[in-house]
């Protein structure tokens, strides 16, 4: 079993005690009283490149990352920063977030918001949605092709952009046949945790001219932001090189500025 097999196999069991405690019905109650999700996509279009901004505490390949005891503070920097978008990792057991955290975030700010998390069934949808999400992270690796399409389908009737991520050429095809509009390639093989900025290079040219792209994972440096612009990113998603950095408002606006 792989690392992805093993986190999904967690994100299922803890995903059966929440559905315990509060419904769908319960859930949907509470999205029919919220105003519309957030498009991040004109944005995305418009910058030279855009920046989501990851508040995320820990990952399985590096342990510990940033102690974080309030994320909303966090978030209010990378959107003063010049965010498009800010993720926050909702996993628990290998990357310490909560819903929590993303409804303390929603509160904070008016920039559009990721729910970076294993998404397996509609449910963890209207969950992000319920806590202020606009868009859902939706990894191909971890679905078959009905669960993509199922899960886009979900994405469309709440409003919320689906990020799509791929890491192969399978995968990248799966995501364009899925009708992806946003599909990210994250340069981190999800079952052996190694790293390779190649990765986005290879299979940018795999994805349409009008799907947006985005380069997660890997991106430490201005000379990153640089290498994967250059490639073909229209966004990076960013969290290690952030959540470190003394001054993550600064940050994020210096790899804005290094793509211009």
């Known amino acids: 079993m792989g690392v992805l097999d093993e986190i999904v196999a967690g994100v ?16 949907a109650a509470v999205v029919a009283t919220m105003a519309a999700p957030r498009d991040p996509m004109p944005a995305f279009r418009a910058e030279p490149l855009a920046v989501i901004a990851e508040v995320k505490r820990s990952s399985p390949s590096k342990g510990a990352l940033a ?14 920063g010049g965010a498009s978008a800010i993720s926050v990792l909702t996993e628990r057991r290998r990357f310490g977030g909560t819903l929590a955290d993303l409804e303390a975030v929603r509160a904070a700010v008016d920039t559009p918001l990721l729910r970076k998390d294993f998404m397996v069934t509609d449910y963890q949808l209207w969950e992000a949605r319920a806590a202020g999400a606009d868009l859902a992270l939706l990894i191909v690796a971890a679905l078959t092709d009905d669960e993509l399409s199922a899960l886009m389908a979900t994405t469309r009737t709440l409003g919320l952009t689906a990020l799509v991520e791929v890491h192969t050429p399978d995968e990248t095809r799966r995501a364009v046949d899925a009708g992806a509009s946003l599909i990210g390639v994250n340069n981190r093989n999800l079952q052996t945790l190694d790293v390779d900025l190649a990765q ?44 470190k950095h003394g001054d993550p408002r600064r940050a994020v606006a210096d790899f804005i500025a290094a793509a211009s």
């Open 12 to 27: 299922r069991e803890d995903l059966a005690d929440r559905r315990a405690r509060r419904s769908l019905d319960e859930l």
């Open 200 to 243: 986005f290079e290879r299979l940018v040219g795999l994805i349409p001219d009008d799907v947006v792209k985005v380069a997660e994972s890997g991106i430490l440096s201005l000379d990153d932001v640089r290498r994967v612009a250059h490639a073909g990113a229209d966004v990076i998603l960013v969290g290690e090189a952030l959540v």
């Open 67 to 80: 102690d974080i005891p309030d994320p909303a503070a966090l978030a209010a920097q990378y959107a003063a």
